[in-house]
């Protein structure tokens, strides 16, 4: 019988300690802002949701959701590029989708408490966290209150569930510079 050890770490043990934080902006106004008082759910720096991202001729990437939900900790597996947190205003209601785009950037795309689809575009073929972007879109068509499970079919189309088992489509078409608007 071979022998092994089994050896575990918590992934945050893995990262430097000082990590870039880009905060986010939102067209919105009045949003509330985060509770001191509110209890952790997790330990500080354990993730309530993450992936593992492994398109073919792009990085590989780990997706972390992170400090009540607020924080988006993107990091590169094989650690050709430093790792970054992206800072929401509100909280991440469902899990974020990572998919590619025409093998040349990979799309985060979530949904926040308060109603807000972001996309955040991650150009891949140079230094993705680097030359990051975002839009965000404000869904007005059905109450923040109601926006449930976020699903993601391709760069181009979300679908949102509702309360009453409807389904909203979110549809983005490419500009002319071949960048979506809206979602």
């Given amino acids: 019988m071979s022998s092994y050890t089994l050896v575990s770490g918590h992934v ?3 990262l430097p300690s000082q990590v870039d934080t880009l905060s986010i902006d939102t067209k919105q106004r009045d949003l509330p802002l ?13 993730a309530s949701y993450a992936c593992y991202y492994n398109a073919p001729e792009q990085p590989s990437l780990l ?9 988006l900790q993107l990091s590169s597996v094989s650690g050709q590029f430093p790792p970054r947190l992206f800072k929401l205003p ?7 989708f990572i998919i590619p785009d025409q093998w040349t950037e990979a799309h985060v795309i979530m949904l926040t408490s308060s109603g807000s689809i972001y996309r955040l575009v991650l150009p891949v073929t140079k230094s993705p966290f680097e030359d990051a972007f975002w839009s965000e879109h404000v ?15 391709d760069p181009g189309l979300a679908f949102i569930a509702l309360p009453d088992g409807a389904i909203l489509k979110l549809q983005a078409r490419r500009s002319n510079h071949n960048r979506f608007g809206g979602t």
Avoid at 90 to 96: L, M, N, Y
Avoid at 139 to 153: E, I, Q, R
């Fill in 34 to 46: 985060p509770s001191v008082n509110e209890p952790l759910e997790l330990h500080p720096g354990h």
């Fill in 139 to 153: 869904v007005k068509s059905a109450p923040t209150s109601s926006l449930g499970l976020l699903h993601v079919l």
């Fill in 90 to 96: 509100s909280p991440i209601v469902s899990q974020p």
């Fill in 63 to 71: 997706l972390r959701v992170i400090e009540k939900r607020y924080i």
């Fill in 12 to 14: 945050s043990s893995l």
